[in-house]
């Protein structure tokens, strides 16, 4: 992760600080560092608080790390800011540094390369032009304001670095410019990406995003941007003896292939001593095992844990799914729900989704193609004949994200009745939107023939993954 270190002083910190705590990152890990004011210790994994005065060379020295890529100096008071700053210097003197300058930092020598200044007026000046009618204004207030245009680092080691602009498959978006070394550059068929180029991006904003994460090699980051660890609820109760071991394995094998991850198993009902003992023997860093003795309260203990572990993926059993309200807070909480299936999750084979004309499938296509890639399995989609031109465009958005990541789709078209087939198939993970329609159905919902999502009681044999959707 990438360590980032902001000394926060004053209403502008402050906001500063909310803004990046309410802002889910599974890339950066900030320390910031405050002595007074009203600062809002967020409970976030990716934040760290310390209370002290920086000015004290020696008390920061304590919490100093050469693992800092960047430090932040947005201090109410120029003088705390400016003795801030030469406290870093001694202890790094190339770290990059970042200072808001509200007119009074001229102290701060101009000829360190490692140093900007952030003139707080200047940002200012622009927010009002771009306020102001008949004025050109920065790229970041043109168009819709959606994401139709973004900008994009490419990394060393991204799978778009020294690909022809010829040989990259771009539907429904485009790279409308190139920045090399300070010049813009227009693009041609047989222009060569390099790293650190910066590419600016036109198209679809859900595209886009895809885009963003193909380029940058964020393939192996899910559960993000849902949460960074798993959260496991395991029923031992007497009676679930045998599905409960199953359960368990099936879970430790998707912790194991989701890469770098916390997994916190939840026990509840600890009825079975076979399982306790079970649970005994796991000796794995990143599993926390926590045994409930009292009575599991789903509206104050799950959602408070969820907050707290930052979870981005919830694994459950069918009969924890089956029950209405769990499915409801759930969808209210927006995070991913692993159903667990009958057999190991290590035997899926293939990532596959029953297709409708539901627009929202496109939605998440994103942690279909991103989780395949960490499971190590192939997507398929099985057409429901149900409307075939808008499952048809369904196929076609799949099939251009399938050229972005360079990867194969398979199309599965039976003369039967597709839920048919899948009741039959094995070894699947059948991924859905989640959204009202699962999280409030009905018994006679599976007779809508027409939403493929209302059938994934019918198919329980199968592990399911239910994405949130807007």
């Given at each position: 992760?990438?360590?980032?270190?902001i000394?926060?002083?004053?209403?502008?910190?402050?906001?500063?600080?909310?803004?990046?705590a309410?802002?889910?990152?599974?890339?950066?890990?900030?320390?910031?560092?405050?002595?007074?004011?009203?600062?809002?210790?967020?409970?976030?994994?990716?934040?760290?608080?310390?209370?002290?005065d920086?000015?004290?060379?020696?008390?920061?020295?304590?919490?100093?790390?050469?693992?800092?890529?960047?430090?932040?100096?947005?201090?109410?008071?120029?003088?705390?800011?400016?003795?801030?700053?030469?406290?870093?210097?001694?202890?790094?003197?190339?770290?990059?540094i970042?200072?808001?300058?509200?007119?009074?930092?001229?102290?701060?020598?101009?000829?360190?390369?490692?140093?900007?200044?952030?003139?707080?007026?200047?940002?200012?000046?622009?927010?009002?032009i771009?306020?102001?009618?008949?004025?050109?204004?920065?790229?970041?207030?043109?168009?819709?304001?959606?994401?139709?245009?973004?900008?994009?680092?490419?990394?060393?080691?991204?799978?778009?670095?020294?690909?022809?602009?010829?040989?990259?498959?771009?539907?429904?978006?485009?790279?409308?410019?190139?920045?090399?070394?300070?010049?813009?550059?227009?693009?041609?068929?047989?222009?060569?990406?390099?790293?650190?180029?910066?590419?600016?991006?036109?198209?679809?904003?859900?595209?886009?995003?895809?885009?963003?994460?193909?380029?940058?090699?964020?393939?192996?980051?899910?559960?993000?941007?849902?949460?960074?660890?798993?959260?496991?609820?395991?029923?031992?109760?007497?009676?679930?003896?045998?599905?409960?071991?199953?359960?368990?394995?099936s879970?430790?094998?998707?912790?194991?292939?989701l890469?770098?991850?916390?997994?916190?198993?939840?026990?509840?009902?600890?009825?079975?001593w076979?399982?306790?003992?079970?649970?005994?023997?796991?000796?794995?860093?990143?599993?926390?095992?926590?045994?409930?003795?009292?009575?599991?309260?789903?509206?104050?203990?799950?959602?408070?844990?969820?907050?707290?572990?930052?979870?981005?993926?919830?694994?459950?059993?069918?009969?924890?799914?089956?029950?209405?309200?769990?499915?409801?807070?759930?969808?209210?909480?927006?995070?991913?729900?692993?159903?667990?299936?009958?057999?190991?999750?290590?035997?899926?084979?293939?990532a596959?989704?029953?297709?409708?004309?539901?627009?929202?499938?496109?939605?998440?296509?994103?942690?279909?193609?991103?989780?395949?890639?960490q499971?190590?399995?192939?997507?398929?989609?099985?057409?429901?004949?149900?409307?075939?031109?808008?499952?048809?465009?369904v196929?076609?958005?799949?099939?251009?994200?399938?050229?972005?990541?360079?990867?194969?789709?398979?199309?599965?078209?039976?003369?039967?009745?597709?839920?048919?087939?899948?009741?039959?198939?094995?070894?699947?993970?059948?991924?859905?939107?989640?959204?009202?329609?699962?999280?409030?159905?009905?018994l006679?919902?599976?007779?809508?023939?027409?939403?493929?999502?209302?059938?994934?009681?019918?198919?329980?044999?199968?592990?399911?993954?239910?994405?949130?959707?807007?």
């Amino acid at each position: 992760m990438k360590r980032l270190l902001i000394f926060a002083d004053g209403e502008v910190a402050e906001s500063f600080v909310k803004r990046l705590a309410d802002t889910y990152t599974d890339i950066n890990l900030y320390h910031i560092v405050y002595y007074r004011g009203s600062m809002a210790e967020n409970e976030a994994a990716y934040c760290r608080y310390y209370r002290f005065d920086p000015t004290s060379f020696s008390k920061l020295e304590a919490i100093f790390s050469k693992q800092f890529i960047g430090a932040y100096i947005v201090m109410k008071d120029p003088k705390d800011a400016i003795q801030v700053y030469k406290n870093v210097r001694i202890l790094s003197r190339d770290l990059l540094i970042y200072a808001l300058d509200t007119g009074a930092l001229a102290a701060l020598p101009d000829d360190d390369q490692n140093l900007q200044k952030i003139s707080a007026s200047e940002l200012l000046a622009n927010r009002l032009i771009a306020l102001t009618p008949n004025i050109p204004v920065s790229a970041q207030y043109v168009g819709l304001g959606e994401g139709e245009i973004i900008e994009v680092k490419v990394p060393f080691g991204s799978s778009y670095a020294y690909r022809h602009i010829s040989h990259i498959a771009q539907n429904k978006w485009q790279i409308a410019a190139l920045y090399r070394n300070g010049e813009l550059i227009l693009p041609f068929p047989t222009l060569m990406i390099r790293p650190s180029d910066n590419l600016l991006l036109v198209g679809q904003p859900n595209i886009l995003k895809t885009v963003y994460r193909a380029i940058k090699i964020e393939s192996g980051q899910f559960p993000a941007p849902y949460g960074r660890s798993l959260y496991f609820v395991l029923d031992i109760s007497a009676k679930r003896e045998k599905s409960a071991a199953i359960e368990l394995q099936s879970a430790l094998n998707i912790h194991k292939r989701l890469k770098n991850r916390t997994l916190y198993i939840k026990v509840i009902n600890p009825d079975s001593w076979a399982m306790l003992e079970t649970l005994q023997t796991i000796r794995d860093r990143e599993v926390v095992i926590d045994i409930a003795y009292k009575p599991f309260n789903l509206e104050r203990d799950l959602a408070k844990e969820l907050w707290r572990y930052n979870v981005g993926l919830t694994i459950v059993s069918d009969d924890f799914f089956k029950k209405k309200a769990n499915r409801a807070l759930f969808s209210r909480l927006q995070k991913p729900v692993w159903k667990l299936g009958f057999n190991h999750s290590s035997r899926i084979k293939n990532a596959a989704m029953l297709l409708s004309a539901n627009p929202k499938l496109e939605q998440i296509s994103p942690v279909l193609f991103d989780l395949s890639t960490q499971l190590g399995v192939d997507i398929a989609l099985y057409p429901s004949k149900g409307d075939e031109e808008g499952e048809n465009e369904v196929i076609e958005h799949y099939e251009n994200l399938a050229a972005i990541h360079s990867r194969i789709i398979s199309v599965k078209r039976y003369e039967e009745n597709t839920v048919t087939v899948l009741r039959r198939e094995e070894n699947l993970l059948l991924c859905f939107p989640f959204d009202e329609t699962i999280a409030q159905r009905r018994l006679l919902d599976f007779l809508q023939l027409k939403q493929a999502e209302r059938m994934y009681p019918l198919l329980t044999r199968n592990h399911q993954l239910f994405i949130p959707v807007l």
